[in-house]
């Protein structure tokens, strides 16, 4: 996408939702006519600067991250596999079994994406455009600005714990050894065991939500008997994000 721009024009209309990276605007008058804007993740500063801004119902300026949570990261590949002997390894001694080694544990899975953190609007108006007033409020004219939601983005869940490796396994155990005159002068060896897989990591820490954006209006005071509609300015940070899911039964259990 193209870096962050500014526009300056008489009268700047959004009539489409759309996705904006605008970092400036200028205008006698600026019109949000019932559509959502949506600040692109270039921009980390919306500044307006108008004579007038008007603004129907439904009119919302926010920002892409704003009810987004981060990137969830990948598991981690499994943990190495405990010493293993192949099945023609008849390598074991009539009593010495060679026992399949345990698999690795598993580490803690890393800490989650952190959230991204909202930009800022600022927002100076030298008057507000009147209108008939559609409320109960009483007055006689009406002024509104546009919904604005800066919410910070939530951080991203815990990568889950790596899994433990498989236990090894173990060697074949030796063949008879015959005698001289066809008599078995030693016995067959024991087969070894196979090893324990290795426990699974624990999950790790969710990422960090991202700050709440900050939302600065300066304006004249609202002309007498005018009831400035209230936009709903939101602003709160991102929630942390959950720790990730721990592995804590064996990979795998041999005989």
């Known amino acids: 996408s193209m870096s962050p721009g500014s526009v300056n024009a008489r009268v700047v209309r959004y009539q489409n939702s759309q996705f904006v990276d605008t970092a400036v605007i200028l205008a006698s008058e600026v019109v ?3 559509e959502v804007i949506v600040l692109s993740d270039n921009v980390t500063q919306f500044v307006i600067v108008a004579e007038t801004i008007r603004s129907t119902n439904g009119s919302t300026i926010k920002w892409f991250g704003a009810g987004t949570t981060a990137d969830p990261l990948y598991p981690a590949t499994q943990a190495a596999q405990g010493t293993t002997y192949l099945p023609h390894d008849g390598t074991g001694g009539t009593f010495q079994r060679r026992n399949g080694g ?8 890393q800490t989650g994406n952190h959230g991204i ?3 800022d609007v600022l927002v100076y108006i030298k008057k507000f455009t009147r209108e008939p007033n559609s409320t109960s409020s009483g007055h006689s ?3 509104s600005l546009p919904d604005i939601d800066l919410r910070g983005q939530a951080g991203g869940q815990g990568q889950r714990g790596q899994r433990g490796g498989d236990g090894g396994d ?3 155990g030796r063949k008879a050894i015959d005698g001289n005159f066809g008599d ?3 016995g067959p060896g024991y087969g070894g065991h196979g090893g324990n897989g290795g426990d699974g990591g624990d999950g790790g820490q969710g990422g960090i939500g991202g ?3 900050h939302i600065v209006i300066h304006h004249v005071r609202v002309p007498a008997d ?3 509609q209230a936009a709903d300015l939101l602003t709160s940070g991102g929630a942390a994000g959950p720790g990730g899911v721990p592995l804590r039964p064996p990979a795998r259990l041999h005989p």
């Open 32 to 34: 949000f006519d019932g």
């Open 170 to 172: 173990g060697a074949k």
């Open 117 to 119: 953190t909202a930009p």
């Open 141 to 143: 004219d009406q002024a």
């Open 184 to 186: 078995c002068r030693s």
């Open 211 to 213: 700050n709440g954006g």
């Open 226 to 228: 005018t009831n400035l």
């Open 102 to 109: 345990n698999g690795v544990e598993g580490t803690i899975g």
